[in-house]
């Protein structure tokens, strides 16, 4: 039997769906036997690690690093926290979740945006330097509030420094959380300032551990990690260094999915109350068969008068807006379950599965069943 071990904590949902996507091609080599902590697995104590000729790993330190290097076996990482590149990777495109972070913000209407960040990894750098691409900032102009990983951890336990930086910035802001961790860190920072979420203080995280997302209050707006995926291509490329007996180094990244919202971002901040009462009511009627003359009607301003203001505020028009929320709620649909198509076209409010697929093909380059197959296993 070919031994596999996976080095994961089993701590939190990014290892679980890791696990289950490893586990998931595991099916198909009945010669492989995985090793990994808990009643699932065949132990990984120090006998069983002797025991692997392969591993997959959540490496987020030099010392991992170096402890994993030593075992002299093909090892995939699952983390990319380390810049040095000596293993192959599979892992989250970081760097495009900035880019989801950056354009969901600025849809909101936010001018004034925020970082907080872990210390010394690339994962965490990635998402920053994709932030700052999609909103057209520059790093030393993006206010930051940087500590390690260990730090962010301590959830409750109360920090001056966070305080006081949190406290300097101009309010309303868009911050934008490395992690989940971080995120409700700055949310208990907030409550105990006095700040309100979202109006004052709009807190956007990654990883979307639902449990924890749920759970602070307001809820957690968050971006999930395609984990699943993750999983299944490392145990895939587990496979391939196994046949090829290389140590080629390669790397794959997995694009994120589509914001999953919560209270922490439920609100518009566009600075022009026509435009943002606009925007309220797409966003509330984005499903039913809402138009733009709904929209106007619906406005207090004048039909030119709107469709001037919100083309100069919003860059596309109240019809092209209202088709880019359906498409992105008909994304996160495809992407989290197995409802037929054309039932996705009625939820989402396209009238019908042709026009649907028209659109989705304009905006995406391809139809909704290939766009769905990318992005399941």
């Not at 030593?70 to 760097?95: E, H, M, Q």
């Not at 997995?254 to 309220?280: H, N």
Request: aromatic share 8%; hydrophobic share 40%; glycine share 6%.
């Amino acid at each position: 039997m070919i031994q596999i071990g996976l080095r994961l904590r089993f701590q939190d949902g990014y290892d679980m769906g890791v696990a289950n996507g490893v586990v998931r091609y595991a099916k198909s080599k009945f010669s492989w036997q995985l090793r990994g902590q808990g009643q699932w697995f065949f132990p990984l104590d120090v006998d069983g690690l002797k025991r692997c000729d392969a591993l997959i790993a959540r490496i987020e330190n030099e010392d991992e690093a170096l402890f994993c290097a030593n075992l002299g076996i093909p090892i995939v990482d699952i983390a990319g926290a380390c810049s040095s590149k000596i293993f192959s990777t599979v892992r989250n495109d970081d760097y495009a979740t900035g880019i989801t972070a950056g354009k969901y913000l600025t849809a909101l209407g936010s001018s004034r945006y925020a970082w907080c960040g872990v210390d010394n990894v690339h994962w965490s750098r990635e998402r920053m330097l994709g932030f700052c691409a999609s909103i057209g900032w520059k790093v030393q102009d993006l206010p930051l509030f940087s500590r390690s990983l260990d730090w962010w951890r301590k959830i409750y336990e109360s920090s001056t420094e966070l305080d006081i930086w949190l406290s300097s910035l101009e309010k309303p802001v868009s911050l934008f959380c490395s992690n989940d961790l971080a995120a409700m860190k700055v949310e208990i920072a907030c409550q105990h300032l006095g700040l309100q979420i979202p109006s004052e203080v709009t807190v956007l995280g990654v990883d979307d551990e639902k449990l924890l997302c749920e759970l602070a209050s307001p809820s957690i707006s968050s971006i999930p990690p395609n984990c699943e995926m993750i999983g299944f291509k490392a145990a895939q490329m587990i496979d391939t260094l196994l046949e090829n007996k290389n140590n080629e180094i390669r790397i794959q990244r997995i694009a994120c999915g589509p914001v999953s919202e919560r209270e922490s971002t439920s609100l518009v901040l566009e600075t022009d109350e026509v435009v943002a009462e606009a925007l309220r009511m797409i966003r509330s009627k984005v499903s039913s068969g809402i138009c733009a003359s709904d929209v106007i009607n619906h406005s207090n301003a004048c039909r030119r008068t709107l469709e001037t203001r919100f083309k100069k505020a919003r860059g596309r028009t109240i019809w092209e807006e209202i088709t880019v929320q359906r498409l992105e709620l008909a994304c996160k649909v495809l992407r989290t379950s197995n409802t037929p198509i054309q039932q996705i076209s009625e939820e989402c409010g396209f009238g019908s599965p042709q026009r649907f697929f028209t659109l989705f093909r304009r905006q995406y380059g391809t139809t909704p069943q290939v766009w769905r197959s990318a992005q399941k296993l």
